[in-house]
């Protein structure tokens, strides 16, 4: 495993600190409610955001001084009490005046929701009210008059290398060293949401950038149809397709989105033709390997193809724990390794909620100076680990461990032995164990009336056959991932 995380920053700290208030506040805003009836709460209350919390104070933001001293002479104590039950530390209530979403509601610099803010949004869970914490990340430079900012946080150095990544972090690494080196143009890098590959792209770009010699654009599809849209009505296309083909190297993000788009996929077709047949270089992302895509032209499928594809599968249990390391350790808050272990354990979709996941700790653990204990994470995290602890049935799990393995869905109760079947079951079985509540012995009598023992021994084999094979490990991952999505 390579990679440090030196590079995690105040920004989505302070962000993961605004989520942790924001969920507290949307409690409190309930219980407000439930006390004063709706329409007090409307009229007055629901204006209130949530500002920062210094040592024993939160403040709180009002719109207007004659909102902010209503609110102050009428529910001033009350609020107080509100947060102290809800949060301990927090001893007094400071209310000001401020406009709502004047600080951190600020758009990105180029008017346009940019690809990697957009993917950072969605990290942290969605806060009801904008409070005035942090900034917006800042932008590189990059051929700004065409594309989207590289996200200062998504580097080679920050991303870190396990089994399932090795080989698209390699690619990626190989063409920022030496753009357009035959073979590996283009790069198509494909896999799941939230593993890292708008991370690898901005990686590249920031690459390049670093060594100045390239002009670079990056953007999401949707954003490439934008453009292209615009300057057709704008009748400035031949203005557009210049631009973009004066470009060394162009990533193309998401590339799915095109589906169906015919005109946009043609006018990314001919782009992508001009600039390869001039020696740039080209790197896509797509949640699908090219011959997957279906429903783009083949044309565009096979030249996509023709370069160097490589998918990024899903995380394993070594590769979360890696992450969480790296990122507990570059924020400086001690995370026992038990909590690290629970949080890789429940939280296997992908990397992007278990960065969301692991920030709220820290915010959590920063703001109010508490140590992190597998307590406090059950208990900060419950929304999230809920959401996860979906409930999966055992039917579920034989059937997709069925498919996966094309056995038939009644050899999982059957009695038969022949190692093709009775591995899937062990597995199932593992799985069953792992993803629901039930006991041995429920979870023999739906495999054909087996004994505890049994169920006992599956989980026991499974475990030690994903330790000594990867492989293994990763198809069973990818199951517990399909069926706690
Ligand atoms: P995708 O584009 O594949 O949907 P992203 O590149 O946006 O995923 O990754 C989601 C989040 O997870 C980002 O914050 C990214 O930095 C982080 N991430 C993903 N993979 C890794 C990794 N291997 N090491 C460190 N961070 C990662
Ligand atoms: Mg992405």
Redesign the pocket.
């Known amino acids: 495993m390579t990679?440090g995380?030196e590079g995690y920053d105040a920004v989505a700290e302070a962000n993961a600190q605004k989520s942790v208030l924001a969920i507290h506040w949307s409690r409190i805003c309930e219980r407000l409610k439930a006390e004063v009836g709706e329409v007090e709460y409307r009229t007055w209350l629901r204006q209130i955001t949530v500002g920062p919390v210094e040592e024993d104070e939160i403040t709180l933001y009002l719109p207007t001084r004659f909102l902010r001293d209503w609110v102050r002479g009428q529910y001033g104590d009350r609020l107080g009490t509100l947060w102290n039950a809800e949060v301990p530390a927090i001893r007094r209530v400071e209310l000001q005046v401020a406009r709502p979403g004047s600080a951190s509601a600020t758009p990105p610099a180029d008017g346009a929701a940019a690809p990697a803010a957009v993917?950072?949004e969605e990290?942290a869970p969605r806060a009801p009210a904008p409070a005035p914490v942090a900034e917006e990340p800042r932008q590189a430079e990059v051929r700004s008059d065409l594309a989207a900012p590289l996200d200062p946080?998504?580097t080679f150095d920050?991303?870190?290398?396990?089994k399932p990544?090795e080989f698209a972090y390699a690619c990626a690494r190989r063409v920022a060293e030496r753009p357009s080196s035959p073979g590996f143009n283009p790069l198509f890098l494909y896999?799941?949401?939230?593993?890292?590959?708008?991370?690898?792209m901005h990686a590249i770009g920031a690459e390049l950038l670093r060594e100045g010699r390239v002009s670079v654009a990056y953007m999401s599809a949707e954003k490439f149809m934008y453009r292209f849209i615009a300057a057709i009505r704008s009748q400035s296309t031949m203005e557009f397709k210049e631009q973009l083909r004066s470009v060394d190297v162009l990533m193309i993000?998401?590339l799915q989105f095109l589906i169906g788009k015919d005109n946009t996929q043609e006018e990314f077709f001919h782009t992508f033709n001009a600039l390869v047949d001039a020696g740039r270089q080209i790197v896509v992302?797509a949640d699908k390997s090219p011959s997957d895509l279906s429903g783009l032209e083949d044309r565009l499928r096979t030249r996509l193809g023709c370069g160097m594809v490589a998918d990024?599968h899903a995380t394993t249990f070594e590769?979360r724990i890696s992450?969480l390391e790296?990122?507990a350790s570059a924020s400086g808050v001690v995370v026992p390794a038990k909590v690290l272990e629970f949080l890789a354990h429940k939280i296997t979709s992908?990397?992007?909620e278990?960065?969301g996941a692991l920030n709220r700790l820290i915010a959590h653990a920063n703001l109010f100076g508490r140590p992190v204990t597998l307590e406090a994470t059950q208990d900060v995290l419950h929304d999230i680990l809920k959401a996860h602890d979906r409930r999966v049935t055992i039917e579920e799990i034989q059937r997709k461990v069925a498919e996966h393995w094309n056995i038939r869905l009644t050899d999982m109760s059957s009695a038969r032995r022949a190692r093709a079947v009775a591995r899937p079951r062990q597995v199932a079985m593992y799985l069953a164990k792992q993803l629901t509540s039930r006991s041995l012995p429920e979870i023999g009598r739906k495999f054909g009336n087996r004994d505890h023992t049994t169920v006992m021994h599956a989980v026991t084999r499974v475990t030690e056959l994903m330790e000594q094979d990867p492989a293994f490990a990763e198809d069973v991952e990818l199951l517990r991932r399909m069926l706690e999505s």
């Open positions: 990679g995380l993917a950072r990290a946080r998504f920050t991303f870190v290398v396990g990544n896999g799941g949401v939230g593993l890292g590959k708008t991370h690898l993000d998401d992302s990024i590769l992450i790296a990122k992908n990397v992007r278990l960065e």
